[in-house]
């Protein structure tokens, strides 16, 4: 026989818990397409929350996702850093637009030129391109430290990069 020994009081926190427990701003499309939705996710390194990952779907496929990140704590024994690279291999094996078993998407070529919307003003990005989809860093968040990467498939990506910092009492 066999016994469970999980603890019995696991519980996966809501959207808003998460987004107090960040306590800072967290970027968001600023205006979803009717039919998208999010799920919140979180990263934590050695206790410290780290990312958060709004993981944008349309019918079932996840179409966008947009990580807020902000850095590790000094002295803390893990740190976390994602890059547009990463975050496109990540979303190309999530979206199944990649075989599970290759690492990393090979990208198309060097990073281009585009621009990230925050609250409408443009901020200047290099855009990273794999098998139809693209990935870009938004290297400072205004007011608080930490970056913004964006992914999205490539047809979703006017869509995808037109953001909006918002607090956590809007989750």
Same mark, same amino acid.
């Given at each position: 026989?066999?016994?469970?020994?999980?603890?019995?009081?696991?519980? +996966?926190?809501?959207?808003? =818990?998460?987004?107090? =427990? *960040?306590?800072?701003?967290?970027?968001?499309?600023?205006?979803?397409?009717?039919? *998208?939705?999010?799920? !919140?996710?979180?990263?934590?390194?050695?206790?410290?929350?780290?990312?958060? $990952?709004?993981?944008?779907?349309?019918? &079932?496929?996840?179409?966008?996702?947009?990580?807020?990140?902000?850095?590790?704590?000094? &002295?803390?024994?893990? @740190?976390?850093?994602?890059?547009?690279?990463?975050?496109?291999? #990540?979303?190309?094996?999530?979206? $199944?637009?990649?075989?599970?078993?290759?690492?990393?998407?090979? !990208?198309?070529?060097?990073?281009?030129? @585009?621009?990230?919307?925050?609250? @409408?003003?443009?901020?200047?990005? =290099?855009?990273?391109?794999?098998? &139809?989809?693209?990935?870009?860093?938004?290297?400072? +968040?205004?007011?608080?430290? &930490?970056?913004?990467?964006?992914?999205?498939?490539? =047809?979703? *990506?006017?869509?995808? #990069? $037109?953001?909006? !910092?918002?607090?956590?009492?809007?989750?």
């Amino acid at each position: 026989m066999f016994r469970d020994t999980r603890p019995r009081d696991l519980r +996966i926190p809501t959207h808003r =818990e998460t987004a107090e =427990e *960040w306590g800072e701003q967290i970027a968001a499309l600023r205006e979803a397409p009717r039919g *998208w939705f999010f799920l !919140l996710g979180r990263l934590v390194s050695d206790g410290y929350l780290c990312h958060l $990952d709004l993981n944008y779907h349309l019918d &079932g496929e996840l179409v966008a996702v947009v990580q807020t990140s902000r850095p590790v704590p000094a &002295g803390h024994r893990v @740190g976390s850093l994602t890059t547009p690279q990463s975050q496109l291999s #990540t979303f190309l094996a999530n979206s $199944d637009r990649l075989d599970l078993r290759s690492e990393i998407a090979p !990208l198309d070529g060097p990073p281009t030129p @585009g621009r990230v919307l925050l609250h @409408g003003v443009p901020v200047p990005v =290099e855009v990273h391109h794999s098998h &139809g989809c693209r990935s870009a860093r938004m290297p400072r +968040i205004p007011s608080q430290p &930490g970056y913004v990467i964006v992914t999205a498939a490539a =047809e979703h *990506w006017a869509t995808a #990069t $037109d953001l909006a !910092l918002r607090p956590p009492a809007a989750f």
